[in-house]
């Protein structure tokens, strides 16, 4: 089967640093993305790793573990305008539709 | 990248009507999809949209009630059939650029009454 794992909802301070955590366990795996979702919007593309590592990209960086089936998400100097949905979402194979987990709503408060 | 528009951007239905969704790729992609998100849940695939042949549909979706087409490399539609207030949802059509990129369109909103 395909499970794909992270918080509900977290809570952090502006300015803060936050990390949102994915486990998953698929019947395959060919990459790891992560979106940002406003309400009322589509989910924009933040980040893809297929191999273990970190990846830097700005104030965002995504960390993978094939062998432990999990990955993170680091938000670092948080603004206001993070407070969105963070969809972690796995790729079976190629070219290939995603596997979306229930999505980590995060509020930024003052 | 690729620049997706969805037409309508939101509708209002009546139960019992269908509504086609429209999804407009600005270069041609070699994979579309279409999901479904409803309120307050992730997305959930409904299709793969394949060109010149039949859909491949997810386990609960069938094509009787969601027929999809795909006409060329660029272009895809999803209707929405015999439609019920269960069918209110956000429609999202996403195309694979590469194998490591997957880009979604701004969604259709649908509500029906």
């Known amino acids: 089967g395909q499970n794909i794992d992270q918080p509900t909802e977290m809570t952090a301070t502006e300015g803060a640093i936050v990390q949102i955590n994915c486990t998953y366990q698929t019947s395959g795996f060919n990459g790891l993305f992560w979106y940002q979702q406003h309400a009322g919007e589509a989910p924009t593309f933040l980040s893809y790793?297929?191999?273990?590592g970190l990846e830097e990209k700005g104030r965002f960086s995504s960390f993978l573990s094939r062998s432990k089936g999990y990955s993170y998400l680091l938000l670092k100097e948080l603004q206001m305008k993070d407070s969105a949905s963070y969809l972690c979402a796995v790729q079976n194979s190629g070219n290939t539709p995603l596997v979306f987990g229930k999505g980590t709503r995060l509020s930024v408060i003052a | 990248s690729a620049v997706i528009s969805q037409k309508p951007s939101r509708d209002i239905c009546q139960r019992g009507t269908s509504l086609t969704i429209q999804c407009q790729v600005d270069s041609q992609v070699t994979m579309m999809f279409w999901y479904r998100q409803q309120p307050g849940q992730s997305l959930t695939l409904i299709a793969t949209?394949?060109?010149?042949?039949?859909?491949?549909?997810e386990s609960g979706f069938v094509i009787d009630k969601f027929p999809i087409s795909r006409p060329n490399l660029t272009f895809s539609t999803l209707t929405v059939s015999n439609m019920s207030p269960e069918d209110s949802s956000i429609y999202l059509c996403s195309v694979s650029v590469d194998t490591d990129t997957q880009y979604f369109g701004p969604g259709t909103r649908l509500t029906v009454l």
């Open positions: 790793n297929v191999l273990d």
């Open positions: 949209a394949n060109q010149g042949s039949e859909a491949t549909y």
